[in-house]
């Protein structure tokens, strides 16, 4: 089985889950009321531009950092790490919880 890095077809899906990701946690600040220089100092970030590239898509959140994030923005920590699983690792996503499950999860994400 090819590699994530090497197989163009799924390079191409994870960066339109990582945008996806993205879009969903710039809703959540935005729901928050939160700026992005604002929610970077919440979490501890010493400059917001890291923000600004996770809800690109261009960065991803680090596991360690998710209770944080979640915090400021005013979400349950379990349900802000299981969101973001479905993003950045929806395989592993589809074996804890199921097929259905994960593409449900994600329409509903991606519409929302």
Do not use: H
Not at 10 to 17: D, F, G, N, V, W
Not at 68 to 91: C, H, I, N, S, V
């Amino acid at each position: 089985m090819p590699r994530p890095a090497t197989d163009p077809a799924k390079a191409a899906q994870i960066k339109i889950l990582r945008q996806q990701a993205g879009r969903w946690l710039k809703t959540a600040r935005e729901e928050a009321r939160l700026t992005q220089a604002e929610l970077a100092e919440k979490v501890g970030l010493r400059y917001y531009t890291f923000v600004s590239q996770v809800e690109s898509g261009l960065g991803r959140l680090p596991i360690e950092t998710q209770g944080a994030w979640a915090e400021a923005l005013g979400l349950e920590p379990g349900e802000f790490a299981k969101t973001l699983l479905r993003y950045y690792e929806p395989e592993l996503y589809r074996l804890l919880f199921g097929a259905e499950s994960a593409s449900q999860a994600l329409k509903g994400q991606a519409t929302g």
